[in-house]
């Protein structure tokens, strides 16, 4: 017997709002971000779920996340939107420009958002199946500070920036979501709380060495090496230079706001129904990811899976049965219900 | 003594030209292929140079490859273009794709190229960094059948689709431009006529199965796994599924259509100075490789690079010393010129 307690993914939302609205945020806000954290949840990818809610009372406590932003257009193009945040929540802020990317693609066929002095932006999956839901092609970027090497330096250079690319399908949007790292952040702190020693090539140490110490791993190196960090730093151009809110940079020259919590995101969205019939763009769709699962498979693979396949067998199943959360996370969660005076939430059970 | 022959960036650039002209090119398309060509070799990213004269030559006495194609711009909104190829050389589309891009980028802040039955794209960066050199960030893809195994699979699934980003820079633009394979296609052929054995991780032999002998090593492995062969497989929607010319599923499905040699591309161009000061811009991105370049540096390592920074050393280099071909290239070359009744180009002498 597991001592995972089991979460309703209703209770999680509930739970996640009361905390956010305790710390100042507005109803409709406090939702719109519990439902980006649950949503994290419910589709698997817990190190973006309800275990970031301290992290973000902190930050809102500390000033970097602004809980009572006015967002602002601060421009506007035929096709594109700048949209200065204020320092919200990312998912307001990140909702927002993906809205505005999928406004301007409905009028001018490929719409661009962006959104500057955002915070922590959540999962970026979250936007782009919103926008591949209302029949768009959609990217996302978004730039936070150096978290990983960049390639040949002993030192965090760029960040594990993601990128999410999500289209129409069949029942379900194909969605890719990831970050540019070997691995994420999150992914070693699993490896060190857990003590499993990580393959080489993962990380490096506080000085900067190789490590496959979990205790030791600090920070995650680029994928593919040059490619990754590469991949990164223009990630970093696109998102915060256009924008002139620079993260990179001021943070290695420790500038008093490159210490800051910040980031910046993109959003672009391309309206496929523009360029033709967007019904068979969806059966292409289904038609490619048909023939790429059919390939054969290698010596101990059980089946070929495309990108946000197993978000999706994870969201339905845990949709109905519930999120577990293990007892670390309950415990730090119960602390902050505690210290906010907000009601803990209710469990379905034990798994 | 090396016994490459050397020879200079005009003189290449003719010698491509003429081969194009006589494969049935007009003068002004033979020239601007025979450019990108060269440029590539110039970058020093010669698996992309002139080395492929003679399987274009192939490709248009095939009739894969139009030599007197009629472009036509087959939709259009206020943000983007389409325009189908007529099967022409990539370079001519890809152009086409990229001004087009811009031209709308200027009117709408964001603008959208895209290239339906395109052939060989040659080398991504060479249109991005055209864009950054008007001062756009640009965002190009190409996709192109499977060459590359799909995460999982003991088979081709999906190709080493190339992305390159660039952005302008201080006195040159930034531009990354990478497959998302862990090596190029180009690479093995390298280790093989080497007899270099490979890394574990890059390659699978004819059967799927992973090798390290370079004679055996037949497709690319994706980087970082799940990671590249996703991002091959979205360029594929976004590129070829959004112009309704599929590549992966025909090619799978072995549709006689699917068997031979059919390209897209998309080009993306977003105006910097529609968001702010594009001088401002410029600095900023000068200021975010110095402070990366800055970094302490792993042991063993001399410099950090930035994306795009050894090219455009080599092409300094090259563009003053000249373009060293090996001689298996040289001889094929030979072999071609002669085939074609063309004047094998001259040289600078040997190197």
Chains 1, 2 share one sequence.
Not at 25 to 52: E, F, I, K, Q, Y
Not at 55 to 76: C, F, H, T
Not at 138 to 159: E, F, K, Q, T
Not at 229 to 253: D, K, Q, R, Y
Request: hydrophobic content about 45%; aromatic content about 4%.
């Amino acid at each position: 017997m597991s001592e995972h307690r089991v979460v309703s993914a209703d209770a999680l939302r509930d739970f996640a709002a009361a905390v956010l609205a305790r710390a100042g945020l507005s109803a409709p806000h406090a939702a719109a971000v519990a439902d980006a954290l649950a949503w994290a949840n419910l589709r698997g990818v817990d190190t973006h779920g309800v275990t970031r809610l301290p992290r973000y009372v902190d930050l809102l406590q500390a000033g970097d996340m602004n809980p009572k932003p006015a967002l602002r257009v601060v421009g506007e193009t035929a096709a594109a939107v700048v949209i200065d945040a204020d320092r919200a929540p990312g998912p307001i802020a990140m909702t927002e420009a993906m809205a505005g990317a999928t406004r301007k693609a409905r009028a001018a066929g490929i719409g661009l958002g962006l959104a500057r002095a955002t915070t922590h932006t959540a999962a970026l999956g979250y936007y782009t199946i919103a926008a591949a839901r209302e029949g768009m092609a959609a990217i996302a970027l978004a730039a936070s500070w150096p978290n990983m090497a960049y390639h040949g330096a002993r030192a965090a250079g760029v960040s594990t920036s993601p990128i999410s690319i999500a289209v129409p399908g069949g029942r379900e949007p194909l969605v890719l979501d990831m970050g540019t790292g070997v691995v994420s952040v999150g992914r070693l702190t699993q490896a060190r709380k857990s003590g499993t020693p990580i393959p080489e090539g993962w990380a490096l140490d506080a000085e900067g060495r190789p490590t496959t110490d979990p205790q030791k791993a600090e920070l995650p190196l680029p994928m593919a090496g040059a490619k990754g960090s590469g991949l990164a730093l223009m990630i970093e151009c696109l998102t915060s230079l256009v924008v002139a809110n620079p993260l990179v940079s001021e943070f290695l020259e420790e500038t008093p706001l490159g210490l800051r919590h910040r980031q910046n995101g993109l959003a672009i969205a391309i309206d496929v129904s523009r360029f033709g019939d967007p019904a068979a763009f969806r059966r292409e769709v289904e038609r490619t990811v048909r023939a790429v699962k059919a390939l054969p498979r290698a010596d101990g693979v059980d089946e070929i899976l495309v990108p946000g396949e197993r978000g999706a067998r994870a969201y339905a199943q845990r949709t109905r049965d519930g999120v577990p959360i293990p007892p670390p996370v309950w415990k730090e969660l119960a602390a902050l219900a505690e210290r906010l005076g907000v009601a803990m939430m209710t469990t379905q059970g034990e798994s």
